[in-house]
């Protein structure tokens, strides 16, 4: 049974920063042609923020490039989000999220199997 836990959530003011975390309790996505990728839902739909594969190639939505870094540590098989110079724009539940795409890791949520609970961050 494949779990992805975030934690980093929290109440920042507009300007400041965040480091987002998910623990994977499988070392599974650091496989060839695996994705792992934060998703964000401010209202009702989940929308891709930024994704990486196996290869360390990184994916970013336009509204947080040059903003937000997604990395990852397979030997914690931890995922990061570093979130700078937030805004409140920003403010939505954020999702960690998993699978196997194969090629170029992409921002649709429907490429990804494996979703953890969410963390909360909150710009005012």
């Known amino acids: 049974h494949v779990q992805l836990v975030e934690s980093g959530g929290g109440s920042v003011q507009a300007g400041e920063s965040l480091r987002l975390s998910c623990n994977a309790s499988?070392?599974?996505?650091?496989?060839?042609?695996?994705?792992m990728g934060w998703f964000h839902q401010p209202e009702d739909i989940r929308a891709g923020v930024a994704a990486i594969?196996?290869?360390?190639?990184?994916t970013y939505a336009d509204s947080v490039k040059g903003r937000f870094t997604i990395s990852q540590d397979n030997a914690k098989n931890t995922l990061y989000l570093q979130m700078d110079r937030l805004k409140a724009e920003d403010t939505a539940m954020y999702y960690c999220?998993?699978?196997?795409?194969?090629?170029?890791?992409?921002?649709?949520?429907?490429?990804?199997?494996?979703w953890g609970q969410g963390t909360q961050v909150t710009v005012s």
């Open positions: 999220a998993g699978g196997y795409i194969g090629s170029r890791c992409d921002l649709a949520a429907t490429s990804y199997n494996y």
């Open positions: 594969g196996s290869d360390s190639t990184t």
């Open positions: 499988t070392s599974s996505f650091t496989g060839s042609g695996y994705c």
